[in-house]
């Protein structure tokens, strides 16, 4: 019996314009059209996040939250913090604890009826529309309505249904299924039409989303929180049983923030402070900078990569606490515009599909943020009334001789900083293309069991195992071991700009402007 092994390629992509890259590949070509219609890197990312809300509905949207980077040409570098937040009236008496020891960050208790992570009483006030909202306001061109408009035509037209998405809807049919809304959206197949476009897939008309976001459109942002459409989702979210009050969405506030900075090599490395991923990323970065990793063997590389990922874990959970999300879904998107602005933007919902409710009278898919609380009382980050919580997002931006070089992220829970810390040793230290980095296997050090792809050279295990157990693994598509990052970067002393995107996913894409 013969086997046939296959290499799975996306080449980077280079343009003399603007490049947004992101995990849907119709998202970045609507991110790619602001940009050839003249808006800059501010209006394509907002434009990007908001039609991801309709094309992959199970990683991000409208009823998440996140983070976002920003640099203007003359690298001066500032953070928006719009994720999400719990229900002034979250009780930790809601989330009654039930079996487990409760020892270790490995073994805690349940939640009675996991209604932590599932359910209306998972849901966090969201923050997307807001920050999408504020971000353009301060650093795009173009107009909230002008930016909303494609996807609306998106939801109107529906989303595509090819095998990748009912993949992702047979994955989570089991949690869909207890919500009669959810299940109504997703897995009742009488509800897609033809694709005229593609014999093999189908089209999942959205008529809700697309009448909410006409509303947006209209009405402008602050509607999602003091008007109309926040009227109609505190109705639906208490109606099945959410604490979120008209309260919570009328104080809901972004806020700006300084980013976390640190020196690697030649490079200066901003990403978001705080309660995120980010200041684990710096301090993975600074342990790697005590080593000379630019001429190592990959086995060594990889093993310097485990003990720093490690050790920053241990001082991350002493410190910070836990995001209890081994695997949170999430959707990044980097993007470069001609005059050099760069955003480094991620936007979540958690676990895939959220809380797995929709808010029925707007097609809203809302997240599961208390996930994200450590359930154990006393903890750093355990659930409180109005409190924000512990995420993995660490989007980056990289600056050289002070202007803005890099912009790059990941999707995958804690597995996002390690990815992040791998690709921009390879990039900085190895002096390797962003092709080669995305293509060269890596490992995830998020666990104490570290996981090696299969494809890393056979020492590599080997190099790892003198410190940490080793487990071997595929870069599957589901469950996704390794993150899923994007990255652009500036083009160098008159070089194209660069684009790259996760290889092993069928819809991730870099697209570019038309010159």
């Given at each position: 019996?013969?086997?046939?092994?296959?290499?799975?390629?996306?080449?980077?992509?280079?343009?003399?314009?603007?490049?947004?890259?992101?995990?849907?590949?119709?998202?970045?070509?609507?991110?790619?059209?602001?940009?050839?219609?003249?808006?800059?890197?501010?209006?394509?990312?907002?434009?990007?996040?908001?039609?991801?809300?309709?094309?992959?509905?199970?990683?991000?949207?409208?009823?998440?939250?996140?983070?976002?980077?920003?640099?203007?040409?003359?690298?001066?570098?500032?953070?928006?913090?719009?994720?999400?937040?719990?229900?002034?009236?979250?009780?930790?008496?809601?989330?009654?604890?039930?079996?487990?020891?409760?020892?270790?960050?490995?073994?805690?208790?349940?939640?009675?009826?996991?209604?932590?992570?599932?359910?209306?009483?998972?849901?966090?006030?969201?923050?997307?529309?807001?920050?999408?909202?504020?971000?353009?306001?301060?650093?795009?061109?173009?107009?909230?309505?002008?930016?909303?408009?494609?996807?609306?035509?998106?939801?109107?037209?529906?989303?595509?249904?090819?095998?990748?998405?009912?993949?992702?809807?047979?994955?989570?049919?089991?949690?869909?299924?207890?919500?009669?809304?959810?299940?109504?959206?997703?897995?009742?197949?009488?509800?897609?039409?033809?694709?005229?476009?593609?014999?093999?897939?189908?089209?999942?008309?959205?008529?809700?989303?697309?009448?909410?976001?006409?509303?947006?459109?209209?009405?402008?942002?602050?509607?999602?929180?003091?008007?109309?459409?926040?009227?109609?989702?505190?109705?639906?979210?208490?109606?099945?049983?959410?604490?979120?009050?008209?309260?919570?969405?009328?104080?809901?506030?972004?806020?700006?923030?300084?980013?976390?900075?640190?020196?690697?090599?030649?490079?200066?490395?901003?990403?978001?402070?705080?309660?995120?991923?980010?200041?684990?990323?710096?301090?993975?970065?600074?342990?790697?900078?005590?080593?000379?990793?630019?001429?190592?063997?990959?086995?060594?590389?990889?093993?310097?990569?485990?003990?720093?990922?490690?050790?920053?874990?241990?001082?991350?959970?002493?410190?910070?606490?836990?995001?209890?999300?081994?695997?949170?879904?999430?959707?990044?998107?980097?993007?470069?515009?001609?005059?050099?602005?760069?955003?480094?933007?991620?936007?979540?919902?958690?676990?895939?599909?959220?809380?797995?409710?929709?808010?029925?009278?707007?097609?809203?898919?809302?997240?599961?943020?208390?996930?994200?609380?450590?359930?154990?009382?006393?903890?750093?980050?355990?659930?409180?009334?109005?409190?924000?919580?512990?995420?993995?997002?660490?989007?980056?931006?990289?600056?050289?001789?002070?202007?803005?070089?890099?912009?790059?992220?990941?999707?995958?829970?804690?597995?996002?900083?390690?990815?992040?810390?791998?690709?921009?040793?390879?990039?900085?230290?190895?002096?390797?293309?962003?092709?080669?980095?995305?293509?060269?296997?890596?490992?995830?050090?998020?666990?104490?069991?570290?996981?090696?792809?299969?494809?890393?050279?056979?020492?590599?295990?080997?190099?790892?195992?003198?410190?940490?157990?080793?487990?071997?693994?595929?870069?599957?598509?589901?469950?996704?071991?390794?993150?899923?990052?994007?990255?652009v970067q500036a083009g160098a002393d008159g070089e194209p700009n660069i684009g790259v995107v996760h290889p092993n996913n069928p819809w991730t894409a870099a697209r570019g402007e038309k010159?």
């Open positions: 019996m013969s086997h046939q092994t296959w290499a799975v390629t996306k080449p980077q992509i280079e343009c003399a314009g603007g490049i947004v890259a992101a995990q849907h590949h119709e998202a970045a070509q609507i991110g790619a059209d602001i940009l050839s219609a003249g808006g800059n890197a501010m209006d394509a990312a907002i434009a990007t996040a908001i039609a991801l809300s309709v094309v992959e509905p199970w990683l991000s949207g409208l009823g998440g939250g996140g983070f976002l980077l920003h640099a203007d040409k003359q690298g001066h570098v500032e953070a928006l913090d719009f994720n999400v937040r719990a229900p002034i009236a979250a009780d930790p008496a809601d989330y009654p604890l039930v079996g487990g020891e409760g020892g270790d960050w490995f073994n805690w208790p349940s939640v009675e009826g996991d209604r932590n992570l599932i359910g209306p009483m998972s849901i966090c006030v969201p923050g997307a529309v807001a920050g999408f909202a504020e971000g353009l306001s301060k650093y795009g061109s173009m107009s909230w309505a002008d930016i909303v408009a494609p996807t609306i035509a998106l939801a109107e037209r529906g989303m595509r249904v090819d095998w990748f998405a009912d993949l992702a809807f047979a994955v989570d049919a089991a949690g869909l299924s207890t919500n009669a809304h959810c299940a109504a959206l997703f897995l009742d197949k009488s509800r897609r039409m033809p694709d005229l476009t593609d014999p093999t897939a189908y089209l999942l008309p959205m008529p809700a989303k697309a009448k909410m976001l006409k509303r947006l459109a209209k009405a402008g942002a602050q509607d999602f929180y003091k008007g109309e459409i926040a009227e109609t989702l505190v109705h639906d979210l208490q109606a099945c049983g959410s604490k979120i009050s008209s309260k919570d969405l009328a104080g809901y506030k972004t806020v700006w923030r300084e980013p976390a900075k640190a020196s690697y090599r030649d490079r200066e490395i901003y990403t978001m402070p705080g309660l995120s991923g980010g200041p684990s990323l710096l301090s993975s970065l600074g342990r790697l900078s005590e080593h000379d990793l630019g001429q190592m063997d990959e086995a060594h590389f990889a093993a310097h990569h485990a003990n720093a990922i490690r050790a920053t874990y241990e001082e991350r959970l002493k410190s910070m606490g836990h995001a209890a999300a081994a695997h949170d879904c999430t959707s990044h998107l980097s993007v470069i515009d001609k005059a050099g602005n760069v955003v480094s933007l991620t936007n979540t919902l958690l676990s895939r599909f959220g809380a797995k409710v929709v808010a029925p009278s707007l097609e809203l898919v809302m997240n599961n943020g208390m996930m994200w609380f450590d359930p154990r009382p006393n903890q750093p980050n355990s659930i409180a009334s109005g409190a924000i919580p512990l995420a993995n997002m660490s989007p980056v931006i990289t600056t050289k001789n002070g202007k803005p070089d890099i912009a790059i992220g990941a999707a995958g829970g804690r597995q996002i900083f390690p990815a992040i810390a791998q690709l921009l040793s390879r990039i900085i230290d190895r002096q390797e293309t962003p092709e080669a980095a995305f293509h060269a296997p890596r490992i995830d050090a998020s666990s104490p069991t570290i996981l090696v792809n299969r494809e890393a050279p056979k020492d590599t295990a080997t190099a790892i195992s003198a410190h940490h157990p080793v487990q071997i693994a595929e870069d599957s598509l589901y469950p996704v071991q390794f993150a899923i990052p994007s990255l010159q």
